[in-house]
């Protein structure tokens, strides 16, 4: 079945220690989305990238870097994290985030990270 | 560690009643609309959408309505299950400014055997 993966499930770091959270997908969509989810709350919109471009939330902290290196793949890079990024992290597509017609965004099972 | 989190609103229904969740929306010029379903510990899963030149859809079990003259989002689920457990969000989204979708707060539904 096509669809959005995230690995790993579950992450564990240590405070300052880089992490990197990865996202696949076969639905070959061409926009892909980060987002943050803390515990009783909406998810948050990081960034995204519309093919090779990036865009970035006005309020996304420096800390946090993605790359995609193609059409399949987006990781999340969490440069330096703090207690305070604990979360889930929710990995999207959608089909053309340009388009008049708006496209449904699928998301992934999502990765649980804790910092200690 | 993770900040503490917001009370959701909570929706307690009764196995094989009706369940009504409603979500006030913001942006008046929002043309689309989604209503995912989150299970603990798993991703949004995608339940319905409508567009804003509609005022109702249905899907299996479930059907949304859209009321723009008051920017109000529902979302019906016939015959709740215990399955159907979750937190449930609206989401709006608006063209005009790249297809962001903007998150409600979201509503538990707690269903009782």
């Known amino acids: 079945d096509a669809m959005v993966i995230q690995n790993p499930r579950y992450q564990v770091t240590q405070f300052g220690k880089p992490v990197t959270l990865s996202c696949s997908q076969t639905l070959n969509h061409n926009v892909m989305y980060w987002y943050q989810q803390k515990s009783s709350q909406a998810p948050k919109l990081l960034f995204h990238y519309y093919d090779k471009d990036f865009n970035n939330e006005a309020d996304t902290p420096d800390n946090f870097q993605s790359r995609r290196p193609n059409t399949s793949f987006c990781f999340l890079d969490i440069r330096s994290p703090g207690l305070g990024d604990a979360a889930m992290y929710l990995c999207a597509t959608s089909r053309d985030r340009r388009s008049r017609i708006q496209e449904t965004q699928y998301f992934g099972p999502g990765t649980r990270l804790l910092v200690l | 560690g993770e900040s503490v989190g917001l009370h959701l609103p909570t929706l307690s229904v009764q196995e094989g009643d009706n369940s009504i969740i409603n979500c006030a929306y913001s942006n008046s010029a929002s043309d689309y609309f989604i209503w995912y379903k989150q299970e603990s510990g798993k991703g949004p899963q995608f339940i319905i959408d409508i567009r804003s030149n509609m005022d109702k859809r249905q899907g299996q079990r479930v059907t949304v309505l859209l009321n723009k003259t008051v920017k109000h989002l529902s979302l019906q689920i016939a015959a709740t299950q215990p399955g159907d457990s979750a937190v449930y969000f609206c989401?709006?989204?608006?063209?005009?400014?790249?297809?962001?979708?903007?998150f409600g707060q979201g509503t538990e539904l707690s269903v009782k055997p």
């Open positions: 989401a709006e989204n608006n063209h005009n400014q790249g297809g962001k979708l903007i």
